[in-house]
DNA sequence: TCGCTTTTTATCTTAAACGAACATATGGAC
DNA sequence: GTCCATATGTTCGTTTAAGATAAAAAGCGA
């Protein structure tokens, strides 16, 4: 069985069962414990589950913000790479937030803005907006992704079809050098390509870890998006052909 | 059992009961007292619990359950009358749950609840039931209300449509002693009318307290509910003409 | 207050799980 | 063919979870 294959049959149980066990992971695909390890630990990285001693298991995600500061991986970057995407974004912008980690980070930076209009499909991403009093918190529907706090489905789809925003900020699992944005979850991948088109300028949010993972689904081409903040970019060719498509790239 | 596991089932437990005592939890999670003093410990230095000899609690101050006060207006015939509505739900039933601080605390009762399928239009009821993971969380989307956490409009609406299910368990702002469910906002009321229609079987959660207060939109009447949960009914009349409906009555 | 019981903390132990490093395929690119 | 990157298995020292035990602390009734 193929890296990618047990990947997605982890992520499957995972989502199933709430946790998957290493051991038992090992004997089910048939691999030795140690290679389960390493696939659990490239999930880890990209935020789908969580270790405990023995396994995995979904990341605590919505049911408990601020429980352990699980969420600090890469704070600091992704924390300045928000504030630097909320600059871009003035009063009175109406926008789209997608899900991901950073995504969330640009909900709080986005504290002190006046009178935006802000449509989401993150859980997370609402309930910290809700503290924004002069912020109209806008929620797509859908299924409730209990890793990350998503919405997704075809209602999702359904609700982000109604609007046409100012800005989409939008995150990705992953981005490889030729600049394809890439994403784990195809329906989420779906949502997103919608929220692209249905955005007047697409701001990606992505810090540069992101460089170094892998990820199935393609969202789009860094060809599409208008602003890109991140903390790092590892590659001069790919700056070079982000001036030729556009695309400014803004670095913190 | 792990400890993620674990962690998550003591503080659905404190959720519910208040409290949690140490050698009671050994008992029934099947670990060592030590093992739940190590957990309780956790919890507290996170800041979710603080420890009583014996056991543990919900912090007190810091309303970690409640947002506003409004909440903890008649807890306790709340709580009870949650737990009543809880039992006529089976597990592997679909229901919805509207706005309003009862459902909220029906949402917290279906903790220990399997295999369910919830779809809600109440930011909080998300939230709470997200801590269920046997629990499929469906969102409606809309715009979100600060006030309750409510997500209203057509967004809703529409995404109610899509939906048939076994229960609809909903709150009423006020009841009058004709049987007529009240609310406040009109966008809602179309909402829990679609639901009622959507819905097999409905039951309507109120605490007393309804009956002495005005509210200008209509729901329902009485008659379209299946099953009545308060903790007390003011008229005897009223009762009479619930009984001629053909909706029961619990009384807790 | 004293003394008894229960609970808590501290420390030790065992078995399981972990990560790092190394070894071994496997499959292109040249 | 060689070289290189990647994926997987193996070994080994280290870490972690959780039960057990004994001493300290807290609660409680007389």
Redesign the pocket.
Known sequence: ???ET?LSRIRALAQAEGKV???AL?HDL????????????QLCAAGLLE??????VLPSGVSNIGYGDRRALNRDSKIRIARRAAQLIPDNASLFLNIGTTTEAVAHALHAHRNLMVVTNNLNVANILASNPSCEVVVAGGSLRRSDGGLVGDLAALAIDRFKVDFAVIGASAIDLSGDLLDFDPEEVRVSQQVIKAARATILVADSTKFTR?APVKIASLAQVDHFVTDRVPSEALINRCADWGTKVALV
Chains 1, 2 share one sequence.
């Open positions: 069985m193929d890296t047990r066990m290493a051991t090992a048939d691999v030795a414990v140690q290679t389960i390890r390493r696939d659990l630990r270790r405990i001693h023995g396994g995995a892998k």
